[in-house]
């Protein structure tokens, strides 16, 4: 086998030398490639025409590539200018409802003599299926804060109570909470006895519902679905006029005497964010 091998390198080895040296002689004599070259040219066009082909098409691979990778650095730049300008447009965003939140709180200034509220941000929620609180970012070291402020959003609508104040946070709760109640004015009165007012108050039956209560309404008292309830100003602790909610239901007790309303806040208190809490108010006479 190894002798069959070696005489075959041998014949091609051979064979090469003696088209070379044919090559060389045909160059010579002819001053050009000759016909050996000719019939190599023929043979081998099929593959520098294939060798062409490959190259141009790795050559458009390539640039494809360099075009995909400008793109897609391209695409970056653009995602981050909009990012950029998404933020912009939620911090204008933001902006432009603290500005509203201030102007009504300025109008709330003026409805009263001596008005003077501060505002303050929710910085969590007391987790307690026994009551309903929440915690500001404003106590006695940082602001004119006491217990017992009213606080409420900067249209005027109540939505608790400061029970406890700390150095630089307070608790307040809220008016669906068991401990919180406020005098309010309930609607118009046919007697020169009544005057209309009564009490709002939480009531743990109704809490997690979203509802309070108003009870002991006299029964000379009209006082109809959708109806709202503002403070009355009775007792100093709130501002007169504070809006409480909106009634729900008016319902006779059980033993059937005297009736009770549930009231729904205006406003969704476990999605507020920004309160207003009053440090100074005078009632109208």
């Known amino acids: 086998m190894k002798a069959l091998i070696s005489r075959r390198s041998i014949i091609i080895a051979s064979t090469a030398l003696l088209i070379a040296i044919i090559t060389l002689i045909s160059v010579s004599v002819f001053s050009s490639a000759g016909p050996v070259t000719g019939v190599a040219n023929t043979i081998t066009r099929p593959i520098r025409a294939l060798a062409s082909t490959v190259a141009r098409t790795f050559g458009n691979i390539y640039a494809s590539i360099y075009r995909y990778e400008e793109l897609e650095r391209r695409n970056e730049e653009l995602l981050g200018r909009i990012a950029r300008y998404e933020a912009d447009h939620r911090y204008s965003i933001a902006l432009a409802e603290e500005n509203d939140r201030l102007r009504a709180a300025l109008e709330m200034r003026h409805r009263y003599e001596g008005y003077n509220q501060e505002m303050a941000t929710l910085a969590s929620w007391n987790a307690d299926n026994w009551s309903s609180s929440f915690v500001i970012n404003r106590g006695y070291s940082n602001s004119g804060i006491t217990r017992g402020n009213a606080v409420t959003t900067e249209e005027g609508v109540l939505l608790g109570q400061v029970s406890d104040v700390r150095a630089n946070e ?89 009736r009770y309303a549930t009231v729904r806040p205006l406003r969704d208190i476990y999605t507020i964010r920004t309160v207003f809490f009053i440090i100074e108010f005078e009632n109208p006479e």
Do not use: Q
């Open 170 to 258: 307070s608790t307040v709760i809220t008016v669906l909470d068991t401990t919180f109640s406020a005098a309010v004015f309930v609607g118009g009165t046919g007697s020169d006895d009544s005057d209309g007012t009564a009490t709002a108050k939480g009531d743990f039956n109704f809490m997690r519902s979203g509802l309070l209560i108003i009870d002991h309404i006299d029964d000379d008292v009209t006082l109809l679905t959708g109806s709202t309830i503002v403070t009355s100003g009775r007792g100093g602790i709130f501002p007169a006029g504070l809006t409480v909610g909106e009634v729900v239901n008016v319902y006779t007790h059980a033993s059937g005497i005297g």
